[in-house]
Protein backbone atom coordinates (compact mmCIF):
# COMPACT_ATOMS: atom_id res chain seq x y z
CA UNK A 1 0.00 0.00 0.00
CA UNK A 2 2.76 2.52 -1.23
CA UNK A 3 1.98 5.76 -1.04
CA UNK A 4 -1.74 4.96 1.18
CA UNK A 5 -1.70 6.43 4.53
CA UNK A 6 -3.43 3.99 7.02
CA UNK A 7 -6.98 4.68 7.89
CA UNK A 8 -7.01 6.24 11.30
CA UNK A 9 -10.74 5.58 12.03
CA UNK A 10 -13.60 4.17 10.70
CA UNK A 11 -14.52 0.69 9.40
CA UNK A 12 -11.97 -1.18 6.96
CA UNK A 13 -13.16 -2.61 3.30
CA UNK A 14 -12.24 -6.43 2.15
CA UNK A 15 -9.32 -4.93 -0.05
CA UNK A 16 -8.51 -2.62 3.22
CA UNK A 17 -8.25 -5.65 5.58
CA UNK A 18 -6.39 -8.03 3.13
CA UNK A 19 -3.28 -5.17 2.56
CA UNK A 20 -3.20 -4.76 6.21
CA UNK A 21 -3.18 -8.49 6.66
CA UNK A 22 -0.32 -9.06 3.94
CA UNK A 23 1.57 -5.89 5.81
CA UNK A 24 1.11 -7.76 9.01
CA UNK A 25 2.65 -10.94 8.15
CA UNK A 26 5.30 -9.15 6.22
CA UNK A 27 6.30 -8.06 9.64
CA UNK A 28 6.18 -10.99 11.25
CA UNK A 29 8.44 -13.00 9.06
CA UNK A 30 10.68 -9.86 9.56
CA UNK A 31 10.38 -9.54 13.22
CA UNK A 32 11.01 -13.24 13.94
CA UNK A 33 14.71 -13.38 13.89
CA UNK A 34 14.87 -10.00 15.85
CA UNK A 35 12.48 -11.66 18.52
CA UNK A 36 15.14 -14.80 19.16
CA UNK A 37 17.68 -11.89 19.51
CA UNK A 38 15.58 -9.93 21.88
CA UNK A 39 14.68 -13.19 24.04
CA UNK A 40 18.75 -13.46 24.94
CA UNK A 41 19.15 -9.79 25.35
CA UNK A 42 19.25 -8.69 29.31
CA UNK A 43 17.00 -5.45 29.58
CA UNK A 44 16.26 -3.84 32.96
CA UNK A 45 13.41 -4.73 35.14
CA UNK A 46 10.24 -2.19 34.20
CA UNK A 47 9.73 -0.43 37.33
CA UNK A 48 7.29 2.38 37.89
CA UNK A 49 8.60 6.25 38.85
CA UNK A 50 8.90 6.28 43.24
CA UNK A 51 5.51 7.20 44.90
CA UNK A 52 4.19 9.64 47.39
CA UNK A 53 1.22 9.97 48.60
CA UNK A 54 -0.76 12.14 50.71
CA UNK A 55 -1.43 11.28 54.43
CA UNK A 56 -3.98 12.90 56.45
CA UNK A 57 -4.68 15.47 53.52
CA UNK A 58 -1.47 16.54 53.54
CA UNK A 59 1.78 15.35 50.35
CA UNK A 60 4.91 17.11 51.22
CA UNK A 61 7.07 16.71 48.87
CA UNK A 62 10.93 19.10 47.95
CA UNK A 63 11.93 18.64 44.30
CA UNK A 64 15.35 20.12 43.65
CA UNK A 65 15.79 20.84 39.84
CA UNK A 66 19.20 20.53 38.80
CA UNK A 67 22.28 19.33 36.42
CA UNK A 68 22.59 15.50 36.61
CA UNK A 69 24.73 12.76 34.76
CA UNK A 70 22.87 9.52 34.17
CA UNK A 71 22.90 6.37 31.57
CA UNK A 72 20.17 6.39 29.47
CA UNK A 73 20.21 3.06 26.66
CA UNK A 74 23.69 2.88 27.74
CA UNK A 75 24.85 6.57 26.87
CA UNK A 76 25.88 9.22 29.66
CA UNK A 77 24.00 12.13 29.15
CA UNK A 78 24.38 15.42 31.13
CA UNK A 79 20.70 17.21 31.87
CA UNK A 80 18.97 18.38 34.15
CA UNK A 81 16.26 16.34 36.51
CA UNK A 82 14.20 16.25 39.80
CA UNK A 83 16.05 15.08 42.68
CA UNK A 84 18.59 13.10 40.57
CA UNK A 85 16.08 10.94 38.84
CA UNK A 86 15.34 10.35 35.54
CA UNK A 87 11.82 9.40 36.53
CA UNK A 88 10.94 11.97 39.39
CA UNK A 89 8.52 10.52 41.99
CA UNK A 90 4.44 10.48 41.18
CA UNK A 91 2.74 12.23 43.32
CA UNK A 92 -0.65 10.88 44.71
CA UNK A 93 -3.43 12.86 46.02
CA UNK A 94 -7.15 12.70 46.60
CA UNK A 95 -9.55 15.36 45.98
CA UNK A 96 -9.76 17.16 48.55
CA UNK A 97 -6.14 17.14 49.44
CA UNK A 98 -3.41 19.65 49.94
CA UNK A 99 -0.11 19.19 47.70
CA UNK A 100 2.93 20.98 49.37
CA UNK A 101 5.79 21.01 47.22
CA UNK A 102 8.87 23.07 48.08
CA UNK A 103 10.50 23.61 44.60
CA UNK A 104 14.47 24.31 45.16
CA UNK A 105 16.17 25.70 41.89
CA UNK A 106 19.96 24.89 41.71
CA UNK A 107 20.41 25.31 37.86
CA UNK A 108 20.89 28.18 35.61
CA UNK A 109 18.42 29.65 34.54
CA UNK A 110 14.40 30.62 35.48
CA UNK A 111 12.14 27.27 36.59
CA UNK A 112 8.93 27.44 38.43
CA UNK A 113 5.90 24.44 38.27
CA UNK A 114 3.09 23.97 36.90
CA UNK A 115 0.20 21.43 37.49
CA UNK A 116 -0.65 20.62 34.22
CA UNK A 117 -4.50 18.78 33.71
CA UNK A 118 -5.49 19.50 37.38
CA UNK A 119 -8.37 21.97 38.14
CA UNK A 120 -6.36 24.28 40.52
CA UNK A 121 -6.22 27.59 40.95
CA UNK A 122 -3.78 29.92 39.02
CA UNK A 123 -3.04 31.96 42.01
CA UNK A 124 -0.26 32.14 44.18
CA UNK A 125 0.86 30.09 45.84
CA UNK A 126 -0.85 27.48 43.33
CA UNK A 127 -0.65 26.69 40.00
CA UNK A 128 0.49 30.07 39.04
CA UNK A 129 2.72 29.85 36.02
CA UNK A 130 3.61 33.69 36.40
CA UNK A 131 5.94 32.55 39.73
CA UNK A 132 9.66 32.95 39.05
CA UNK A 133 12.13 30.84 41.02
CA UNK A 134 15.46 31.62 39.92
CA UNK A 135 19.24 30.64 40.12
CA UNK A 136 19.53 29.47 43.76
CA UNK A 137 16.17 30.23 44.94
CA UNK A 138 12.74 28.28 45.90
CA UNK A 139 9.43 28.38 46.59
CA UNK A 140 7.16 26.49 48.64
CA UNK A 141 3.88 25.61 46.65
CA UNK A 142 0.30 24.70 48.29
CA UNK A 143 -2.09 23.65 46.03
CA UNK A 144 -5.63 22.84 46.86
CA UNK A 145 -7.41 20.15 45.12
CA UNK A 146 -10.93 20.37 45.87
CA UNK A 147 -13.27 17.87 46.82
CA UNK A 148 -15.38 17.54 43.42
CA UNK A 149 -11.50 17.15 41.33
CA UNK A 150 -11.83 14.63 38.85
CA UNK A 151 -9.83 11.74 38.87
CA UNK A 152 -7.03 10.47 36.82
CA UNK A 153 -3.68 11.11 35.69
CA UNK A 154 -1.78 14.82 35.13
CA UNK A 155 1.36 15.51 35.22
CA UNK A 156 4.03 18.62 37.27
CA UNK A 157 6.41 20.42 34.78
CA UNK A 158 8.11 23.83 34.47
CA UNK A 159 6.31 26.51 32.82
CA UNK A 160 8.87 29.71 32.33
CA UNK A 161 7.89 30.84 29.64
CA UNK A 162 10.54 31.19 27.04
CA UNK A 163 12.22 27.79 28.54
CA UNK A 164 9.36 25.54 29.22
CA UNK A 165 9.73 22.99 26.37
CA UNK A 166 13.68 23.25 26.64
CA UNK A 167 13.41 21.87 30.34
CA UNK A 168 10.70 19.40 30.09
CA UNK A 169 12.76 18.11 26.85
CA UNK A 170 15.39 17.76 29.05
CA UNK A 171 13.64 15.23 31.18
CA UNK A 172 12.46 17.76 34.15
CA UNK A 173 8.77 16.29 34.90
CA UNK A 174 6.24 14.02 37.02
CA UNK A 175 2.67 12.53 37.17
CA UNK A 176 0.35 13.77 39.51
CA UNK A 177 -2.36 11.40 40.22
CA UNK A 178 -5.39 12.21 41.56
CA UNK A 179 -6.29 8.66 43.03
CA UNK A 180 -9.69 7.16 43.50
CA UNK A 181 -10.73 6.39 39.45
CA UNK A 182 -11.23 2.81 40.54
CA UNK A 183 -13.32 3.38 43.67
CA UNK A 184 -16.70 2.73 41.83
CA UNK A 185 -15.39 -0.85 40.93
CA UNK A 186 -14.91 -2.32 44.57
CA UNK A 187 -14.38 -6.09 42.14
CA UNK A 188 -11.32 -4.33 40.60
CA UNK A 189 -8.93 -2.76 43.36
CA UNK A 190 -7.01 -5.92 43.09
CA UNK A 191 -5.28 -4.97 39.82
CA UNK A 192 -2.41 -3.98 38.77
CA UNK A 193 -1.60 -0.27 37.37
CA UNK A 194 1.33 1.11 35.68
CA UNK A 195 2.46 4.53 35.86
CA UNK A 196 4.38 5.04 32.56
CA UNK A 197 6.22 8.35 31.68
CA UNK A 198 7.82 9.48 28.44
CA UNK A 199 10.50 11.98 28.04
CA UNK A 200 11.27 13.18 24.71
CA UNK A 201 15.13 14.60 24.45
CA UNK A 202 16.17 17.00 22.08
CA UNK A 203 18.71 15.75 19.71
CA UNK A 204 21.99 16.65 20.60
CU1 LIG B 1 1.69 21.48 30.59
Not at 26 to 33: D, F, K, M, V
Not at 65 to 90: M, Q, R, S
Not at 105 to 111: F, H, V
Not at 142 to 167: N, R
Amino acid sequence: MAGQPWPLSGPLGASEVSQCLSAFSSCLILLLPFSAVAQTEKRPEFKDPPEVRSENGVLSIELTVAPHTIEIGGKKVTTYLYNGLFAPPTLRVRPGDQLRVKLRNRKEGNTNLHYHGTNTSPKEPQDNIFVRVGPNEEYQYAVDFPKDHPQGLSYYHPHWHGATEFQIGSGVSGLVSVDGVLDPWPELKDIVTRHIIASRYPDR
